[in-house]
């Protein structure tokens, strides 16, 4: 039973570049929510989603970030023209029914590092 | 808003022994959730024990255990019997529990180094 997968681990890019993060969330779970964390901090909310439908988006800076879960396939962060600030871990966690009784389960995160 | 705050930024424990990671935080809900999440080196968020405010019984995992004072918003993990591979950031973790609310507020995190 595969756990929450996200891909690339480790992702390089340069300023100006775009980045594209994906999760895969466990197996029978269909709702999503990225978090960011920043050096020496926790993580912070950014968006949840359910398939098709992006439920919450108010922690997602207001430029250059997007997300989407579609109905096939694993869910994505897109940043565009990313700058040095973007450096940072993000993290998917996955659960069954997008309730707060949920238990949110985490991927091993992708480390986005701007040059 | 939630706020949720560790204190301790660094702490160390020998091997075997007890050690205390506290945890406070500000809320106006009356119904929500506690989590700690442990990150190791791997940097993998990893849920350690959940507690649900409505329960007055601490909650219980193995060596882990939580003492939670609803009336003081404080919410401690206990580790006996520490382990080298407990060494880890600690993050202690708020949700509220109305409707679809599915936030986790994470605090800043505390960094145990279990020393053989």
């Not at chain 1, 897109?78 to 973007?86: A, Y």
């Not at chain 1, 659960?95 to 091993?108: E, R």
């Not at chain 2, 809320?27 to 989590?35: G, K, Q, R, V």
Request: with cysteine; charged share 20%; hydrophobic share 30%.
């Amino acid at each position: 039973n595969a756990g929450v997968m996200q891909n690339p681990r480790h992702l390089v890019r340069r300023r100006g570049q775009e980045a594209r993060l994906r999760c895969s969330p466990m197996k029978g779970h269909s709702h999503v929510y990225w978090y960011r964390q920043l050096p020496e901090e926790g993580l912070k909310f950014m968006v949840y989603l359910q398939k098709e439908n992006i439920i919450d988006e108010s922690g997602m800076p207001k430029e250059r970030f997007s997300a989407e879960f579609p109905k096939e396939g694993p869910s994505i962060l897109r940043i565009q023209q990313v700058v040095r600030g973007d450096s940072a871990a993000y993290f998917c966690a996955s659960s069954p029914y997008g309730q707060s009784a949920d238990t949110q389960y985490f991927g091993p995160g992708t480390r986005l590092t701007v040059l | 808003a939630q706020t949720v705050t560790q204190s301790q930024p660094e702490m160390s424990v020998q091997e075997a022994e007890t050690v205390t990671l506290s945890c406070t935080y500000d809320t106006s809900e009356n119904n929500y959730y506690l989590f700690w999440y442990k990150q190791p080196p791997s940097r993998q968020m990893i849920l350690v024990i959940r507690q649900e405010a409505y329960k007055q019984q601490n909650a219980t995992e193995n060596r882990f255990s939580v003492n939670f004072q609803k009336a003081a918003k404080s919410f401690s993990l206990k580790i006996s019997d520490s382990q080298l591979g407990d060494t880890a950031m600690y993050f202690c973790a708020f949700m509220k529990a109305r409707g679809s609310n599915y936030k986790l507020t994470f605090g800043k995190g505390t960094l145990l180094t279990v020393n053989p």
